[in-house]
Structure formats: C-alpha cells, structure tokens
T-cell receptor
Framework: KAGVTQTPRYLIKTRGQQVTLSCSPISGHRSVSWYQQTPGQGLQFLFEYFSETQRNKGNFPGRFSGRQFSNSRSEMNVSTLELGDSALYLC???????????FGQGTRLTVV | AQSVSQHNHHVILSEAASLELGCNYSYGGTVNLFWYVQYPGQHLQLLLKYFSGDPLVKGIKGFEAEFIKSKFSFNLRKPSVQWSDTAEYFCAVNWDYGQNFVFGPGTRLSVLP
C-alpha cells in the first residue's frame, strides 16, 4: 500500500510570493491534516479536511489555506510568503476513526 | 489552551539501558494519546496509541506506554534500547473529534553503541 505522498519535496520561494503544496493520502483515507514543523515551534497543526470540508483549524493566519478534492487529495496554499514561513510542511492521512495518522515525508519550504 | 509537554529535551543512553520518556498533557476529558518516532531522515511513524481500555499499551519495536489519567501522563518505556532506537520521539494528544493533534516538543534519544 503506497504511503502518503507529498510534492514537491523542496521549494525555494521569495518573500511575497505564494506557494501551493500537494498531498496524496493513503488510498481509502478520507481525512487529511497539515502540520508545520520548525525548530523553534515544533509541530503545529494547521488544518484538517474530511470529505472535502475543513473539519478543524489551527491557530494560523488566513494566509494559510487548504482544500481537499473528491479523491481525497489535498492542497495547501500560503499567500504573501514571509521569512518565518520557512518550515517543513507535513501532511497526514487517516481513516475516520482514532487509529492515528500516517505522515508523509514533508515539503521543505525555504522563503528567501 | 491545550498543550503537551515532554520531560526531556535530549536523552543519552548506552545500549541495553532502560528507557522512559515522560509526556504530560494540559487537562483531562476524553483524550486519544499517541507516540510517534522520527528516525534521522525519515518521516514520522506511529509507535503506539491509546484510546480506551487497558492503560498499558504495547507498540512496535518493543515499546510500551502507560496512561495514568490522574496524572494526565502517557509515558513511553522500553526495557532495553538499541543503537537503532536513536531518533526523535514525539508525544501527541487528540482531544477533539478528528485528526488534529497537539504535539509535544519532542525528545531526542541518542543511544551509544
């Protein structure tokens, strides 16, 4: 069974630009959640999508948004990038029960 | 606000030593508890989980954890560590419905051969 796939693996963007990250969940998983991982703040929850609807949202500014498609694939968008947005962005997928989430390798975003 | 703390930032052990990593969460209610491990260069992997029932749960690779509700704790243990256990360990708690976890800051474990 294929794992959670995130693309691209690495990105370099300039301040003020926007970026879109993609996540393909494990087949059959309907929940996709996104996390930001930084050395200073650790792992922080961004948002969760289930059946194309945002089910939970973390404490991030509106520049961070996401969506989920009918095939459960999800995208995350960050607009007006800031230097502080440099981080590893992780996607996790799960079935809709508390079995825990399965994480992808992440997308390393560097904002210069 | 909901929070998760981990007792140690960095733990250094020799092979065959016993391991216990502490994890506490901020308040009660119904919780789902997890330990994840991140080996160098790899993605986060689920070690074990607790939802209900027996408070002593067993996970992969010989790890176990004990949920103590009165102490809001979920400590990870392994009787005898190996060099290959060198990794970062994260405790995570889920209070709400859905898959939004609050993670602890992580504990880096270094096992010396």
């Amino acid at each position: 069974k294929a794992g959670v796939t995130q693309t691209p693996r690495y990105l370099i963007k300039t301040r003020g630009q926007q970026v879109t990250l993609s996540c393909s969940p494990i087949s059959g998983h309907r929940s996709v959640s996104w996390y930001q991982q930084t050395p200073g703040q650790g792992l922080q929850f961004l948002f969760e999508y289930f059946s194309e609807t945002q089910r939970n949202k973390g404490n991030f500014p509106g520049r961070f948004s996401g969506r989920q498609f009918s095939n459960s694939r999800s995208e995350m968008n960050v607009s007006t990038l800031e230097l502080g947005d440099s981080a590893l962005y992780l996607c996790a997928s799960s079935q809709d029960d508390p079995v825990g989430a399965f994480f992808g390798q992440g997308t390393r975003l560097t904002v210069v | 606000a909901q929070s998760v703390s981990q007792h140690n930032h960095h733990v250094i052990l020799s092979e065959a030593a016993s391991l216990e990593l502490g994890c506490n969460y901020s308040y009660g209610g119904t919780v789902n508890l997890f330990w994840y491990v991140q080996y160098p260069g790899q993605h986060l992997q689920l070690l074990l989980k607790y939802f209900s029932g027996d408070p002593l749960v067993k996970g992969i690779k010989g790890f176990e954890a004990e949920f103590i509700k009165s102490k809001f704790s979920f400590n990870l243990r392994k009787p005898s560590v190996q060099w290959s256990d060198t990794a970062e360990y994260f405790c995570a708690v889920n209070w709400d419905y859905g898959q939004n976890f609050v993670f602890g800051p992580g504990t880096r474990l270094s096992v010396l051969p």
